[in-house]
C-alpha cells in the first residue's frame, strides 16, 4: 500500500495564534514560556491533524518562530557578527533580533536581508557567510521538537534544508559552494544525532534542483551526499526536491546514494514516467500530486488513473504526498466563516489536503474502474494569443511624449508620489466600522471624501506637479480590485505566511473575471475636480492582481490574465473620458510570476507584458501611463519592462543605492521612456534631509537624461504617518527645485 506524508504544514495556526503571541512576545505583554506554550500547541494541533488523517509519519521541523532558513543559520552557527558580539542572551531572543534587527545591547542594526522563498510569496531571512565563515552544529531545538512529537506518540520524520541549497540561498563574500567542506560535518552529526533519537527517516530538501544550476553546483551533489549518506547509515534519506522540473538534474537526484526521491508532479507532471525509469530498485518514490501552493480540490480520480500502475510496480515504495509544502496555502477550511457552500466545496485547505492524501491511498487501493473522464486536460496559454498579438499603442513613445508635454505642461524634473498617502488610525477605524455595519455607506463615503480633499490641499501647499488622490479608499491594492470585479471571491481566514508574524489572505479567482462597474472613476474625478494640477488615476495591473490571488486551475493563467486587463481596459478608458490625463498602472509583481528556470521566462513574459500593453493599448497619444514596479535588481527583467512601453515608470532605487539606475540608464536596452528613480526610502522613519536629497538627484542627472526624470519617493507612503510624509516631500520638492535651477544653469553656460 503507498504511503502518505507531507513535506511542511502551515505554523501560524488555524486562528494565526503564532502571530498573535509573537507580536505580543515582541511587545513584551508575554513571557517567553507563553510563547513557547503558544508554539507547542501549534505543533501538537499539526501533528494531530497528520496522525488524524492517517499519516504514518507526522513531519518535524517544519515549524519556525520566525523562518525556516533562519532556523538552519543558527543550528550551524552561522549568526553574524553584529548580533553576536557582547552579551550571550537567550537563544530566542538573538534568533528575534536576527529577524528584526537588534544588537546583543539592544540597539538597532541591520536586520538579516530578507528574500523571496524561490518563486513563492514566503520570505526568508538570507543567510550571509564570510570567506573564513565556521559552522557549529547546535540542533537543540530540532531534537527537543522530534521527543515532544514522540512523547505524543508519533513516529516522526524530521525535515531540513539541505547543504547546497543552504549555501546556495546565503549572501557570501566570495564562494558559497567553498564553504561545503565546512558545512557537511555539521550534516553528519546532525544525522548521527537524529538517528540516535530513534529517527529513521529524514526529508532533506534541496529545491535548487530545479534550477538552471552552474555546473559546479550540480558536480557538489554527489561527493557531498556520499558523504551525508555514509555518515548514519541507519538512516534513510529522503531527497525532496519541488516547485520545478529537474531535467538536467533528474538522473543527478536518482543517482544519489539516498532512499527516496520526492518529486514535485504539481509542477512537473510529465517528468513521472522518467523518474520511474531512474528510480533505483530500493529506492522510494514520493510523488506531489497535491497542490500545496492553492486552494482547489485535488482532481484525485485523474492521480488515481496515473498512479495505479505505479502503486502495482511500487507496493510501500510509493509515497504520496502535496507538491511542496504545505506552507503555502491557507490552514483549515473548517475554521472559513465566509464562503458559501457551493465554493467551499471545490476548496481544500492545508488539513484538507491531508485527507486527500489519505482518500487517494484508498482510492489506490481499490482497483476499481477509473472515471477516466475526470482527467483534465492540460492547460496551455494558446488560447490568449490571437487577443494579444497586437497591443502596442499606436504612436510611438517619441510622438506621445511630445503631445503630452503640450497638454500636460509639466517643469522639467516633475515631482510626484506613488499613489497612496498615510492610511491613518482614524482611516482604518472608520474602514472597520463601516465594514461592521456601524456606519452608513453615506458617512465612509464622505469620510473617504473628506480625506481625499486634505490630501490634495497637503500636496498643492507643497507644490508637488502630479498629484495623486492618495488610495484612501483602498486597504489593500489587489483586493480593492478583486472585491469590485465578477469572478473573485474572497475568503475570511485563508491567511498564509508570508513573513514573519505577517501573513497575507489573497483572493481566489474563482469564475471568469469581468467588471461590474466604474472601480476607482469617481474617487479619481473627484479629486481632480479639486486642483488645475493633474490628478494621476491610480489602478493595480493585471499580472500583479493574477500573481497576488490564488489562480484557477482549469484555464491557463495567461487566460485569468487577459480577463483581468480586459476589465482595467474599461476602467482605463473610463478615466480617460473622465478627463484623467495621467493613469499609472502598478505592476510590483511582474517579476513573481517568472518561472524558475530560463527556458520558462519568455513565454511568461509573453502573455504577461502584452496583458499590461493591453490594459491601455486604447487611450489617446496624450494620455500618459505610468507604471511603478518596487524591488530592486531589474537586470534580469529589463527587456521585459521595456516593452510594457509605458510612458514613466517609477521604481525602487533608494535602497539599492542607485546601483540598478545603471541598467535603466544603460548605454543599450536601457529604458528609454521617462524614469522616476525612487529618491528615498519609504521604508524607513527617517527623514531624509534636502541635502541628501540634492546629492541623490546630482547622480541620478548624471545618468538619465534630464527631459526624461521624474522625482519621487520609492513607493506608495500608506505605512508612514502625515509627519513623516509632509517633511519628506517637502525637502523632495525643494530638491528638485535646486537641481532645476543647476541645470538650467549649466544648460545656458
Ligand atoms: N500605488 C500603490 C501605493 O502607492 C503602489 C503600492 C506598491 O507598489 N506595492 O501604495
Ligand atoms: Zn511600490
Same mark, same amino acid.
Given at each position: ?108 542594526? *541591520? ?23 565556521? !559552522? ?43 564553504? @561545503? ?64 522540473? @529537474? ?17 514535485? &508532479? ?40 496515473? @498512479? ?15 507538491? &511542496? ?84 505642461? @509639466? ?10 498617502? $498615510? ?57 480593492? !480590485? ?23 489572505? $489573497? ?97 511568461? !513574459?509573453?502573455? *504577461? ?11 489617446? *497619444? ?118 532645476? *535651477? ?8
Amino acid at each position: 500500500m503507498a504511503q502518505t506524508h507531507i513535506l511542511g504544514y502551515p505554523r501560524i495556526g488555524a486562528q494565526r495564534e503564532l502571530k498573535k503571541a509573537q507580536e505580543a512576545y515582541w511587545r513584551g505583554e508575554i513571557a517567553q514560556s507563553e510563547l513557547l506554550q503558544a508554539g507547542a500547541e501549534i505543533r501538537r494541533g499539526n501533528w494531530q491533524a497528520q496522525r488524524d488523517a492517517g499519516l504514518e509519519r507526522v513531519t518535524v521541523g517544519d515549524f519556525a518562530w520566525y523562518d525556516q532558513v533562519l532556523n538552519h543559520t543558527l543550528m550551524f552557527g552561522a549568526v553574524p557578527r553584529r548580533f553576536s558580539e557582547g552579551a550571550a542572551d537567550n537563544k530566542l531572543d538573538q534568533y528575534f533580533r536576527l529577524a528584526r534587527g537588534r544588537a546583543p545591547s539592544g540597539e538597532p542594526v *541591520a536586520a538579516s536581508a530578507m528574500t523571496k522563498w524561490f518563486d513563492t510569496n514566503y520570505h526568508y531571512l538570507v543567510p550571509e557567510f564570510t570567506a573564513e565563515q565556521a !559552522f557549529a552544529l547546535d540542533a537543540e531545538w530540532l531534537l527537543a521538537e522530534v521527543r515532544e512529537a514522540q512523547q505524543q506518540g508519533h513516529r516522526v520524520k524530521p525535515v531540513v534544508i539541505g547543504p547546497l541549497t543552504y549555501l546556495w540561498l546565503g549572501r557570501a563574500d566570495g564562494d558559497a559552494l567553498a564553504l @561545503l567542506p565546512k558545512l557537511l560535518p555539521c550534516y553528519q552529526q546532525l544525522l548521527q544525532q537524529l538517528a540516535a533519537a530513534d529517527v529513521d527517516w529524514v526529508q532533506i530538501d534541496e529545491p535548487i534542483l530545479g534550477l538552471d544550476l552552474p555546473g559546479e553546483w550540480r558536480a557538489a551533489f554527489a561527493p557531498g551526499y556520499a558523504q551525508l549518506c555514509a555518515a548514519a547509515p541507519s538512516l534513510k534519506l529522503l531527497l525532496a526536491t519541488y516547485f520545478s522540473p @529537474l531535467r538536467e538534474n533528474l538522473p543527478l537526484v536518482f543517482g544519489l546514494p539516498v532512499a527516496g526521491v520526492h518529486i514535485d &508532479c504539481v509542477r512537473a507532471p510529465e517528468e513521472l514516467p522518467a523518474a520511474l525509469e531512474a528510480l533505483g530498485a530500493e529506492q522510494v518514490l514520493s510523488v506531489g500530486v497535491v497542490n500545496g501552493r492553492n486552494i482547489w480540490r485535488a482532481d484525485l480520480a485523474r492521480w488515481q488513473a496515473a @498512479l495505479q500502475p505505479l502503486q502495482q510496480q511500487l507496493g510501500e515504495r510509493l509515497w504520496l504526498s502535496a507538491g &511542496c509544502s504545505l506552507l503555502h496555502c491557507p490552514v483549515d477550511l473548517d475554521t472559513e466563516q465566509k464562503l458559501l457552500p457551493p465554493q467551499r466545496q471545490k476548496l481544500a485547505y492545508a488539513r484538507q489536503k491531508l485527507h486527500e492524501l489519505q482518500q487517494l491511498q484508498a482510492l489506490l487501493q481499490n482497483t476499481a474502474a477509473v472515471d477516466k473522464s475526470a482527467v483534465s486536460a492540460p492547460v496551455d496559454a494558446s488560447a490568449t494569443a490571437g487577443e494579444l498579438a497586437d497591443t502596442w499603442r499606436p504612436q510611438r513613445y517619441v510622438e506621445r511624449a511630445k503631445r503630452q508635454r503640450e497638454r500636460l505642461q @509639466l517643469p522639467p524634473l516633475p515631482t510626484t508620489t506613488i499613489g497612496s498617502f $498615510p492610511q491613518t488610525d482614524l482611516l482604518r477605524q472608520t474602514r472597520r466600522q463601516f465594514r461592521s455595519g456601524e456606519l452608513s455607506e453615506q458617512d465612509y463615503l464622505d469620510h473617504l471624501r473628506a480625506e481625499i480633499a486634505e490630501a490634495v490641499r497637503r500636496q498643492e501647499i507643497l507644490g508637488l506637479d502630479v498629484l495623486v488622490h492618495g488610495e484612501a479608499e483602498r486597504n489593500d491594492m489587489v483586493e480593492y !480590485f478583486g472585491e469590485q470585479l465578477h469572478g473573485f471571491v474572497h475568503t475570511g481566514n485563508g491567511w498564509v505566511q508570508s513573513y514573519g508574524s505577517r501573513c497575507v489572505k $489573497p483572493p481566489i479567482i474563482f469564475g471568469d473575471i469581468s467588471r461590474a462597474q466604474p472601480m476607482t472613476v469617481e474617487w479619481s474625478r473627484y479629486a481632480q475636480s479639486l486642483t488645475k494640477k493633474p490628478v494621476k488615476g491610480m489602478l493595480t495591473g493585471p499580472v500583479t492582481i493574477l500573481n497576488w490571488s490564488f489562480p484557477r486551475e482549469d484555464i491557463p493563467r495567461s487566460e485569468s490574465c487577459l480577463q483581468i486587463a480586459k476589465a482595467l481596459r474599461q476602467e482605463v478608458q473610463d478615466l480617460e473620458a473622465a478627463g484623467i490625463g495621467i493613469i499609472q498602472i502598478d505592476e510590483p509583481a511582474l517579476r513573481e510570476g517568472v518561472p524558475l528556470r530560463e527556458s520558462g521566462h519568455q513565454g511568461y !513574459f509573453d502573455w *504577461a507584458v502584452a496583458c499590461f500593453r493591453y490594459t491601455c493599448a486604447t487611450v489617446q *497619444a496624450e494620455t500618459q501611463i505610468h507604471t511603478h514596479m518596487c524591488y530592486s535588481n531589474f537586470n534580469a527583467i529589463m527587456e521585459a519592462i521595456v516593452a510594457l512601453d509605458a510612458d514613466v515608470i517609477t521604481i525602487e532605487s533608494a535602497r539599492s543605492d542607485l546601483r540598478l539606475l545603471e541598467s535603466f540608464a544603460g548605454k543599450q536596452g536601457g529604458y528609454p521612456n521617462e524614469i522616476g528613480p525612487g529618491i528615498y526610502d519609504i521604508h524607513s522613519p527617517n527623514v531624509p534631509e534636502r541635502e541628501e536629497l540634492v546629492a541623490r538627484l546630482r547622480k541620478v542627472a548624471e545618468v538619465i537624461p534630464r527631459e526624461k526624470l521624474w522625482v519621487n519617493p520609492d513607493c506608495g507612503l500608506k505605512t508612514r504617518s502625515w509627519a513623516e510624509v509632509g517633511s519628506a516631500l517637502l525637502n523632495m520638492v525643494e530638491a528638485a527645485r535646486t537641481l532645476r *535651477a543647476e541645470l538650467d544653469v549649466t544648460e545656458s553656460a
